[in-house]
């Protein structure tokens, strides 16, 4: 098991249990408990956890928020192709992300990658190692703790429903910025009709969020293949990059491959 699964069991682990005692984590992760405490004290530094004397509890910043966000359906498919999804985004990058439960699991995947790579953490003085721009109050309050990331919030009216700010606001800031990777989270894919989600104002969002990136990268589990949501973001020649879990049917990986779009199910 590499450092970022180890770490991504771990924070699993931490969101079920609220803390972890060095033992038992050890022993779920298969490693010693001397690893496990220098896991442990790596994941404090980066503010994913707060250590204690024999373990760890869930740092209140970084997971109140994000814990009542999390939906538990599907959460295996959604992490792996988060992990798939941050693989694709280099330091230095301007990355855009709407709201929802697979973003954000890209967001910590993002934070993963960093604190698990000395190379891509910087020393702390050369600036952050990305700009994320998110109109998602719970993306923004996971990464704005971090010094590795330059964050963006989007101004506009908070959806309780989803902690994605809407409206005017939102678009005025986004038609400022330009971007060079839009990660979206949608509600369904329909080959005729595009990309779609529930809410009209979300998707005028979202809309904009591909709209001002150089590249577009879907993230969603394939329960969304075929679907149809009441509101159209954009069609299908704007999407660059689908990235989904193995269950998408083989059929609707070969029309998205018609369509231009680089499939990748993890």
Known sequence: MSKQERWSKLLELLAVEGKL????????VEVSAATLRRDLDELAEQRLLVRTRGGAIAHGVSYELPLRYKSSRRASEKQRIAGAVAGMLGPGEVIGLNGGTTTTEVARALVLRVGASPAEAGDGLSGPSYTVVTNALNIAGELAVRPQFKIVVTGGVARPQTYELVGPLTAGVLNEVVLDVSVLGVDGIDPQLGVMTHHEDEAGISRLFAERARKVILATDSSKMGKRAFARICS???????????????????????????????
């Open 21 to 28: 005692d060095v033992e038992e984590a050890a022993a779920s």
């Open 236 to 266: 299908l020649d704007r999407i660059d990059v689908v990235v989904t879990d193995s269950g998408i049917a083989p059929d609707m990986a070969a029309r998205l491959t018609d369509a231009g779009i680089e499939v990748v199910a993890v």
